[in-house]
């Protein structure tokens, strides 16, 4: 009895197998871009940096990934940075592929421009001085 069980649950596996083509390929299953937390300054740049995994959880070694800025007034891509242009939100895109699977996913970017922070001013050609609060007239 036990062996014609087992060749009876080894035929349905084998049946189940060849049903399917077999057992699934562990596809490219998400790709990712890590969000931008702070605001990238006019002039600055943040690393571009993609997680493609597969449906094991795996990284998906070998996926080709490139990425797009939508809205190069505002951030363009130079060697694998985004570089800050001007104020505003800008909008970026990383593909990922892997075999024959291909993934989507954005983010945004907020750019801004940041004033220089002043140490001191110095004010020449007064002869007379001037205590905080103080005023000239």
């Known amino acids: 009895r036990r062996p014609l069980a087992a060749a009876l649950v080894a035929a349905v596996v084998v049946a ?13 299953a998400a790709v990712n871009v890590p969000r931008f937390e702070d605001s990238i300054p006019v002039g600055g740049t943040v690393p571009l940096l993609a997680d493609a995994r597969l449906r094991s959880g ?3 070694e070998g996926a080709i990934v490139s990425w797009s800025a939508l809205d190069p007034q505002f951030a363009t891509l130079t060697g ?6 001007d104020s505003g939100d800008a909008r970026v895109v990383v593909t990922a592929t892997h075999g024959e699977r ?3 996913d954005t983010a945004v970017a907020r750019v801004r421009h940041v004033l220089p922070r002043i140490a001191s001013i110095a004010v020449t050609g007064l002869r007379d001085t001037l205590g905080v609060g103080d005023t000239l007239t």
Request: hydrophobic fraction near 50%; charged fraction near 10%; proline fraction near 12%.
């Open 16 to 28: 189940a197998c060849a049903e399917s083509g077999g057992p699934e390929p562990d596809l490219l």
């Open 58 to 60: 795996a990284p998906a």
């Open 80 to 85: 694998g940075m985004l570089l800050g242009v």
């Open 102 to 104: 291909t993934l989507v």
